[in-house]
């Protein structure tokens, strides 16, 4: 089985450059799951008659959204935080409610969740650290555990933050900026010590490679990007992930997408 994860920046902006859909006939993904969509689906105009679409939308109009293109139909379609982990944390703060921007997509499948999250970006003056830090990080690992006790998890996404040096290009001069801070690291660390694996880094090591770039100084071109988006699997899973690649060589948006290959016994 074939997922693909991709922070598309606006999925009318890709399909209107005519690299959407080529890219989906191109590599075929059993399941894709997007973030950043800022569409409701009826917005999207995209035409993959093979494929199911699940969507989850910003209430906000044009911002944030998740969406899953699926062949296999899931038995059943989870959005946003449950009820119970929603009373426990307090989600608004200044900027709204992030469990109102469509930031948490999941399907039910027969022997798996898939779940595609667009993480809230702590904002360049760090103003939404705290937040994220304190109750998006706890409560969206907490999701991930308790959907665990199902099945075992695949879940994917931009969680925007390069967990170790080796994730962004200019680590010394990025050290406490927003994206490499001290806090968004211990989210990944929290999911690893979870039992969660980053499947990338099961077959690749080193640095180099990365799914995100500024668009100043022509930094995709001199590949000075950030790894920020991951496939993280149940530890149950691990021995059954057979690929995992990032495709820098994708347009469209300023992440390329990631893909995990598993076989699903």
Request: neutral net charge.
């Amino acid at each position: 089985m074939k997922l693909i994860s991709w922070n598309v920046n606006g999925i009318r902006a890709v399909h209107r450059k005519d690299l959407f859909v080529p890219f989906v006939e191109k590599y075929k993904p059993d399941i894709l799951c997007l973030q950043e969509t800022k569409a409701e689906q009826h917005q999207s105009e995209v035409d993959l008659p093979e494929y199911e679409e699940y969507w989850n939308s910003a209430t906000k109009k044009g911002y944030a959204g998740t969406a899953i293109f699926t062949r296999v139909k899931p038995r059943s379609v989870l959005l946003d935080f449950p009820s119970d982990i929603v009373s426990k944390f307090a989600f608004k703060d200044s900027y709204g409610d992030t469990n109102s921007e469509g930031r948490v997509l999941a399907l039910e499948f027969e022997k798996f969740f898939a779940v595609t999250v667009y993480t809230p970006n702590s904002k360049p003056d760090l103003s939404r650290l705290k937040l994220r830090h304190s109750v998006w990080d706890t409560a969206f690992l907490l999701y991930m555990k308790q959907l665990e006790k199902k099945k075992p998890v695949i879940f994917c996404g931009d969680l925007n933050v390069a967990h170790t040096e080796d994730d962004l290009a200019n680590p010394k001069a990025n050290e406490g900026e927003h994206g490499f801070t001290k806090e968004e690291r211990e989210g990944i660390d929290s999911i690893i010590k979870a039992g969660f694996v980053d499947s990338f880094r099961i077959f690749t090591k080193g640095k180099g490679h990365y799914s995100w770039w500024s668009h100043f100084a022509k930094s995709r071109e001199r590949n000075v990007g950030w790894r920020i988006d991951y496939f993280f699997v149940s530890k149950a899973l691990a021995s059954s992930v057979k690929k995992a690649e990032i495709l820098p060589q994708v347009l469209g948006s300023d992440h390329c997408p990631i893909t995990l290959e598993i076989k699903i016994e």
